[in-house]
């Protein structure tokens, strides 16, 4: 069965620094989603991504955030200069159809900003 | 604005015992209700999603049904196994939109 992968499963770094998560999504979607829980916390949507734009963004992915599709296959999210609050999980998520109502997550990367 | 609320864990039950996991959605829109698993390592899955008002989704034993008039979509399992053992996150969706809104997540632990 296809699934999402996301590379690396956990992610330590210091702040200030520039961290990209990487995010392989199922070869024949189009439409990518990124999100995120802070320990404790809901799942919360930053952004979705179509056709190289961004189509929705959250108040949360501010300037510091960008997403890119490099290639044909990855789907990264680039954090600037990371903060202390930037620590969560990061998943990945992609679906066949614009309406996003079956969206297929990854496993998730953690980020600590230490 | 839009948001979910699911009953707080966690949630301890035997094996055989009857689940029920509540949750509740305000929505400025008419959304779309899904519940999401998440196993130990591994990412959120669907596991079941209703589109319309009383329509009832259904997977793996497990059911929810879209109850407008109380604005919720209960999870219930008639007898849970230990491989049921994971965190349910119910969440919704508005038409034309494309952000799922989570709930915050049940913990639920199956003993034998």
């Known amino acids: 069965e296809p699934e999402v992968t996301q590379t690396p499963s956990h992610q330590v770094t210091q702040m200030g620094q520039e961290v990209i998560l990487r995010c392989v999504p199922i070869?024949?979607?189009?439409?990518f989603y990124w999100y995120r829980q802070i320990l404790g916390q809901k799942v919360e949507f930053l952004v979705s991504f179509y056709n190289n734009e961004i189509s929705e963004k959250s108040e949360i992915f501010d300037d510091q955030f960008s997403v890119e599709r490099p290639d044909g296959s990855n789907f990264t999210l680039k954090i600037r200069s990371t903060k202390l609050e930037d620590s969560a999980m990061y998943f990945c998520a992609s679906s066949a159809d614009r309406t996003g109502s079956e969206q297929y997550f990854g496993p998730g990367t953690r980020l600590t900003v230490t | 604005g839009d948001s979910v609320t699911q009953m707080e864990g966690p949630v301890t039950l035997s094996e055989e015992a009857f689940l029920t996991i509540n949750c509740t959605y305000t929505?400025?829109?008419?959304?779309?209700l899904f519940w999401y698993v998440q196993y130990p390592g591994e990412g959120l899955q669907l596991l079941l999603k209703?589109?319309?008002?009383?329509d009832k989704g259904s997977n793996k034993g497990f059911e929810a049904t879209y109850r407008k008039e109380t604005t919720s979509f209960h999870l219930e399992k008639g007898s849970v196994q230990v491989s049921d053992s994971a965190v349910y996150f119910c969440?919704?969706?508005?038409?034309?939109?494309?952000?799922?809104?989570f709930g915050q997540g049940t913990r639920l632990t199956i003993n034998p």
């Open positions: 070869s024949n979607h189009l439409y």
């Open positions: 929505a400025t829109g008419y959304p779309s």
């Open positions: 209703a589109t319309k008002a009383d």
């Open positions: 969440a919704l969706i508005i038409q034309g939109a494309q952000k799922l809104v």
